[in-house]
C-alpha cells in the first residue's frame, strides 16, 4: 500500500491569489498524479510528474496555470495560480503501487 | 482515448436490497478496470479491479463486478446492502501499457434508506 499525506486539507482564498499543495508519499515512487474534483462531478486528471522531468499536462490544463514541481521521489506540489472561483475544487495527488492507485484525502480549496 | 459512462447518476436503494450500479466503457486498446469508492469527506479507496483472467472480480466489503468484454462493460453488484454503504462510487479505466492514468465516470451516488 502507499500512504500520502496532502497539505492543506482545505483552505479558502481570494481571487487573483495562488495556493501551493504538498503531497507526500511513505516511499518512493517513479510517477505521481494530480487530479481536480470539482463540486458534484468526478475526477479529472491535471497532469502527470515525474522526478527530474517537466510534469505531463492532459489536454485543458496548462504549466502556467497549474505549475508542478517534483524534487524528489516521494513529494511533489502543485501550485493553483491567479484563482478563480471556477478553480473551487478538491485537489488529489495519487500514486501508483502494484497497478493500484493510491489517493491522499485531498486538498478542498474555496475561492471567494 | 478512454472513456467511461455511468448510467445512473443516482440510485436509492433500501437497506438489505440488492443493488447495481452500472459503468460502459469505450477505448480503442485493452484496458484495465477499476471501481472505487468515496465515502462522506474521505478520500477515494479501491473497491475492486479487473487486470485479466476470470472476468468476474470480488472486491472488499462485499462488492463485486464483472466484466462483460462483448459489451464494454463493468457493472459493480452486492446482493445485500448496508447502511454504510451510502457513497459515491466512480468507475474508471486505464491503459495497459505505459503510465496508470486513470479516466472516471461521472460518479454514482448510492444511498441505501432503512
Known amino acids: 500500500s502507499a500512504v500520502i499525506s496532502q497539505k492543506p486539507s482545505r483552505d479558502i482564498c481570494q481571487r487573483g491569489t495562488s495556493l501551493t499543495i504538498q503531497c507526500q508519499v511513505d516511499?518512493?515512487?517513479?510517477?505521481m498524479f494530480w487530479y481536480r474534483q470539482q463540486p458534484g462531478q468526478s475526477l479529472t486528471l491535471i497532469a502527470t510528474a515525474n522526478q527530474g522531468s517537466e510534469a505531463t499536462y492532459e489536454s485543458g490544463f496548462v504549466i502556467d496555470k497549474f505549475p508542478i514541481s517534483r524534487p524528489n521521489l516521494t513529494f511533489s506540489t502543485l501550485t493553483v495560480s491567479n484563482m478563480s472561483p471556477e478553480d473551487s475544487s478538491i485537489y488529489l495527488c495519487?500514486?501508483?503501487?502494484?497497478?493500484?492507485?493510491?489517493f491522499g484525502q485531498g486538498t478542498r480549496l474555496t475561492v471567494v | 482515448a478512454q472513456s467511461v459512462t455511468q448510467l445512473d447518476s443516482q440510485v436509492p436503494v433500501f437497506e438489505e436490497a440488492p443493488v447495481e450500479l452500472r459503468c460502459n466503457y469505450s477505448?480503442?486498446?485493452?484496458?484495465?478496470l477499476f471501481w472505487y469508492v468515496q465515502y462522506p469527506n474521505q478520500g477515494l479507496q479501491l473497491l475492486l479491479k479487473?487486470?485479466?483472467?476470470?472476468?468476474l472480480v470480488k472486491g472488499i466489503n462485499g462488492f463485486e463486478a464483472e466484466f462483460n468484454k462483448s459489451q464494454t462493460s463493468f457493472h459493480l453488484r452486492k446482493p445485500s446492502v448496508h447502511i454504510s454503504d451510502t457513497a459515491e462510487y466512480f468507475c474508471?479505466?486505464?491503459?495497459?501499457?505505459?503510465?496508470?492514468?486513470?479516466?472516471f465516470g461521472q460518479g454514482t451516488r448510492l444511498t441505501i434508506n432503512p
Open positions: 516511499s518512493q515512487v517513479t510517477m
Open positions: 479487473y487486470l485479466s483472467g476470470s472476468t
Open positions: 477505448s480503442s486498446v485493452s484496458v484495465y
Open positions: 495519487s500514486v501508483e503501487r502494484g497497478r493500484k492507485a493510491f
Open positions: 474508471a479505466v486505464s491503459r495497459l501499457q505505459g503510465a496508470q492514468k486513470l479516466v
